[in-house]
């Protein structure tokens, strides 16, 4: 009888699973692995076909699976061979599912490993444009992506993505003319083509884009989203809501829960039912202020209404006696719903029951600051009590943001601004770059960033500034929700709700300052400036 080595053992287990026609026989290549154990315990592509099964007997299971043991044995054979390249991407796959910030940094440590490898590059730059806000450290993974394989038409739309997200349009036009001229079907570059479209105003061509995505796949989430989008900036709340629903709802259920409770629509309403509901957060604060107004409306029609609002949120929302007799927790409360729905969904919800009308922001009892013991440094709450002329100013939002680069104004852009005979209370949670630094040359600006540790502390400077001047973050829609007076900078073309006017419809008290020239800031910030002084004269 002729003994096999068992590197020739392993050459065949590595062949059958590589093979199209053997790869999913996996009862085989376990009894393969297993045979190569008996002589090699340390066999890096045995351990591979055993953790691989694990992995497969995992997903059959109906619900519970659990991929700790798998993940155990990918980690083990990376230790025993750091250049085993499938159990990294093994891995990535399975942390995609589970755990983002450990799919983040396995490919970090895979890139590191195999620093030209397409696909591990592809992951990596995706997760940085859209995920973790390296935006610019994502786009050069792209363009090595390309330089790798120039043919492939996904290289060329993810690199187009890349420069939209970091607003470098012309390079991102030509990057999809390369992809389509590779594939015309390739889809994200057809959004792509959308988007590079709508941010430069050519609404037609870019809905004609976007219909063109549908096509293709008529369930595209990125086409319905940015469909509804555009629906909605033009002014066309009623359709543009409905449009709005099929966005991406699946991410929030997984992350919160609630798919057990089923969904409401607006078939399901009955006045005066008395049911109970239960409304899920969903995307990002300033959502969350904004969109809690209509809370009231659905509570009023006759439902026992629970939110499940982000724990940040909950003091601040206990300000409002509008909310008083609605249930208000960070997390889905005990208890049979008989429907549950999102934020974010109940403008379309509430359509006819609020007339079609935009409702007024909630009305705040700012009493009941009063009563919270807040932690302010003495020196803060000193500043906010003289009788300068106090600016609440945001020029930067949250990185991660996947439009942060439309709501990011370059700080030097405001050095003029902090010359005025004012104190200026920088009210944001994010720094970029050497922004902190260079802050440091005004003696009147005063940097609140380390005290604002929940929402009511920012309410705590809203109530004392006399002017707010903030980018489209979530100061804005707390701002406007206080009642302050408030300007928004805001780009050539805004996020929906601030709509394509002079003046916009979800708070009375939020002033726009739009550029009139993409990627130009100038318009807004001279405008700025007019108001100040104006103020310091009338104050003076």
Sequence with gaps: MKIRSVEVLEKELKQFLSNPETTNNLTNAVSKAKEILEIKKDSSFANYALALNDVVNEKSKKSGADFSKSIENFENIIKIDPNFLEAYLMLVKIYRK?????????????????????????ELANLMCFKTGEKEQGLELFAKCVQKLPVVDAAWAGLGSAYLINREFEMALKSFETCLAINPENLTSVLGMGVYNYEHGNFEKAEEYYKQALKINKDSFWGNFNLGLLTLLKGDYENGLEIYEKRDKDTYLNAYGGRAVPEMNKSHLIENSNQKIVVLREQGFGDDVMYSRYLKPLKDFGYQVSYACPPELKEFFKLFPDLDDIEVTNRIPNGVFRYRTFLLSLPWLTWNIVKGKITEPLKIDLNR??????????????????KKLKIGLAWSGRPTHIRDKNRNIPIEMLKDIFKFDADF?????????????????????????DHLKDFLHTTYYLKNLDIIFTVDTSLV???????????????????????????????????LLRQNALNDWSQPINECKKIIEKKLSSSS
Excluded at 99 to 122: C, G, S, V
Excluded at 376 to 384: A, G
Excluded at 477 to 482: A, K, N, P, W, Y
Aim: net charge positive; glycine share 4%; proline share 5%.
């Design 425 to 449: 209370f920088v009210i944001q949670k994010f720094y970029k770059g050497n922004d902190k630094e260079y802050l440091k040359q005004f003696k009147n600006v005063h940097d609140c960033s």
């Design 477 to 511: 829609h707390m701002s406007g929700t206080v009642g302050k007076e408030t300007y928004l900078f805001l780009p050539m073309v805004p996020d929906f709700r601030w709509g394509l006017k002079k003046h916009q419809d979800w708070y009375p008290s939020v002033k």
């Design 369 to 386: 600051l009063d009563e919270k013991k807040l932690e302010i440094p003495n020196k803060l709450k000193k500043l906010t009590k003289s």
């Design 98 to 122: 589970t755990d983002r910030e450990k799919e983040y940094n396995t490919l970090i440590k895979a890139n590191k490993q195999f620093p030209d490898h397409y696909l591990i590059m592809f």
